[in-house]
């Protein structure tokens, strides 16, 4: 499939399933675009339900080549269809949708931030 397709399909439906090296299936819930401070975020929002705490056995190291696929395969096309800009690209998952900038004790969640350079993600360490 045609990266620039992906992005478009991805717009019109958040709910469509993405394939990552795990194996589990994760959804793209929403985009945001914000600043804080001088900086701009680009922030990619997606659900991933097998990290739940109680049944996964998905650990950090796992899914951290998931957030780097996700950036590389999903955040830079996507930004490119969209001519989107942005300091910092977040990739987040999270085992159910949440709301942004709300705690929720009861959520898994795993995120990453990354800066592009080349057209290439580099990761940033949160």
């Known amino acids: 499939m045609r990266v620039a397709a992906l992005a478009l399909m991805l717009a019109a439906s958040p709910a469509l399933a993405l394939e990552v090296p795990s194996g589990q299936p ?21 659900v991933a339900p097998a990290i739940a705490r109680e049944t996964s056995d998905l ?47 009861e959520s898994t969640q795993f995120f990453e931030a990354f800066r592009i350079e080349e057209g290439r993600c580099i990761w940033e360490g949160l």
């Open 59 to 105: 650990d950090y190291e796992t899914v951290a080549a998931d957030l780097m696929y996700l950036c590389q395969d999903l955040a830079i096309p996507y930004i490119a269809e969209f001519e989107l800009t942005g300091d910092v690209i977040v990739i987040s998952l999270a085992d159910r949708e949440t709301e942004f900038g709300v705690a929720d004790p």
């Open 26 to 46: 994760v959804t793209l819930q929403e985009v945001l675009v914000d600043s804080v401070g001088p900086q701009s975020f680009l922030r990619f929002r997606l």
